[in-house]
């Protein structure tokens, strides 16, 4: 049982946090720190944190488990923020969607990662943001993944998977790298390629009127390009690297493709077709597990 | 009213015109032509068609309308059978994803385009196939293009609105190379981009497990490359020069976003991420009206 929680950015994920946790009968009091006044005041009316804060060494003090909530590009300046008050008897943990900066930001503002501070990020979210999207089942059935480091301290990963486990995810262990490199292929370059494409093709429509052609299929492929532009431009520079490489895999792959269209090759089309439709049905199957 | 209505190719596309013009009272009797025995027999069982033949030919003699369901790349071999059959007093039309090849097609086997032939394409469908996934409803507020050139009869241009607006879909006239530069960039390159990527990184999951950490994101952003492999590789060589083109600005496009994400051009990416977010705002808007 947590007994004062504090959630930093009570957003669409820090506010499911704290109703989950809240539902679980598994924290006494929580605690909420945001620096947008109004989003704060919307989550203490409606009783997602007991109390509210718009500093946050202030919030996280005395608290046993802080979770940084805020968008990826914020994560250093709470962890600068946190330091004066940084206490050893509590536990720390985030849920940016990137790993590898995460910890290069807590190596930069204290010399080494501190072995109470857990890095994690839990897969789930949607183009919604804002305390008023939070929802107590957010994470039902999620993934969410820790990457401790060899010297956190196995206490410190305890308490933040009893956290998860309480609000129904599945709790998987990775390398910071390896987590990038999944993350990349999985949702970052899916994101890339979903805003690079209607940007393109707004400025297609504007001149040609293409939109009031397009069906439930380009709904559903362009979903993602209506997600926050802040958030993903931050997530591409925390994970420039692995992106990049993606994109220049993909780009070539994508010639490919092209250059079998160009010269008619039909059974190299039907393989490649062939070969993304099962592959997306193995993807299906494991969802549904 | 249609006396008898042919459709040839009673799968979802097919099978549902004919479901919805009975549902609407607008046929007297549905032939019913496919060279899949166990699909003629099924749509012959639930009634969706009334007689049953695997002969285009003798299926559509003494037809008032005929409507070619199949998929784009039997169009061909389709107006083939029908020639020796041809009636100037029926009207043909075809549903065809693709209208510049169907409209050489029709050159090749009548020598030019009959006035009776009026090429046609509703943007409506689904991954799934066959006359077992057919409704009455599938039209009803769907766009349907009709491609008809300036030698087609005004009255069969007339009889295949009114099978359209019959099933509740909002038609538009557009000249043929126009319809396939438009499909070409909000249906055929999505498809491709998502059977590209899908293939890619199924690759990678035989080897890192990668889909076990993928959610509703990417299973939006893949549901199209569950599509149908030969139709798509039908379509793609149908309009091949449309579909190379859009795929190499879209390589280059994408070159540039790859270029603001190694450089870390935070201001540019965050200005093409909200010119995304708007367009597909656009898009939505017009999709609810």
């Known amino acids: 049982m947590i007994q004062?929680?504090?959630?930093?950015?009570?957003?669409?994920?820090?506010?499911?946090i704290a109703c989950g946790t809240r539902a679980a009968g598994e924290v006494g009091s929580v605690v909420g720190v945001d620096a947008d006044a109004a989003n704060l005041r919307a989550a203490l009316d409606s009783g997602v944190i007991d109390c509210a804060y718009d500093n946050v060494a202030e919030g996280a003090a005395d608290c046993d488990l802080v979770v940084i909530a805020t968008p990826v590009g914020a994560i250093e300046s709470v962890l600068k923020a946190l330091r004066p008050v940084w206490s050893d008897s509590a536990v720390y943990t985030d849920v940016g969607s990137t790993k590898g900066n995460v910890i290069a930001a807590?190596?930069?503002?204290?010399?080494?990662?501190?072995?109470?501070?857990?890095?994690?990020?839990p897969i789930a979210g949607a183009e919604r943001s804002g305390v008023g999207a939070a929802k107590r089942d957010l994470y039902a059935g999620k993934r969410v993944i820790l990457t401790p480091l060899p010297e956190t301290r196995p206490a410190?990963?305890?308490?933040?998977?009893?956290?998860?486990?309480?609000?129904g995810a599945r709790v998987s262990h990775m390398a910071p790298g390896h987590h990038d490199e999944v993350l990349a292929a999985t949702s970052h370059l899916p994101h890339v390629l979903a805003f690079a494409l209607t940007a393109?093709?707004?400025?297609?429509?504007?001149?040609?009127?293409?939109?009031?052609?397009?069906?439930?299929?380009?709904?559903?492929?362009?979903?993602?390009?209506?997600s926050d532009p802040a958030m993903w431009r931050d997530i591409c520079l925390a994970n420039s690297g692995e992106i990049v490489a993606l994109l220049e895999l993909f780009r070539a792959h994508l010639e490919i493709v092209e250059s079998h269209i160009k010269h008619r090759s039909a059974?190299?089309?039907?393989?490649?077709?062939?070969?993304?439709?099962?592959a997306r049905q193995r993807f299906l199957d494991q969802l549904e597990k």
């Open 156 to 167: 410190a990963v305890d308490a933040v998977e009893t956290l998860w486990r309480c609000l």
């Open 267 to 278: 059974d190299e089309l039907f393989a490649l077709f062939t070969e993304a439709r099962d």
């Open 106 to 121: 807590a190596e930069r503002v204290f010399g080494a990662v501190p072995p109470n501070f857990v890095p994690g990020h």
């Open 200 to 226: 393109m093709l707004g400025r297609k429509d504007e001149q040609d009127e293409i939109f009031q052609y397009a069906a439930g299929g380009f709904r559903d492929f362009t979903r993602i390009a209506s």
């Open 4 to 16: 004062r929680l504090c959630v930093i950015g009570v957003g669409l994920i820090g506010g499911s």
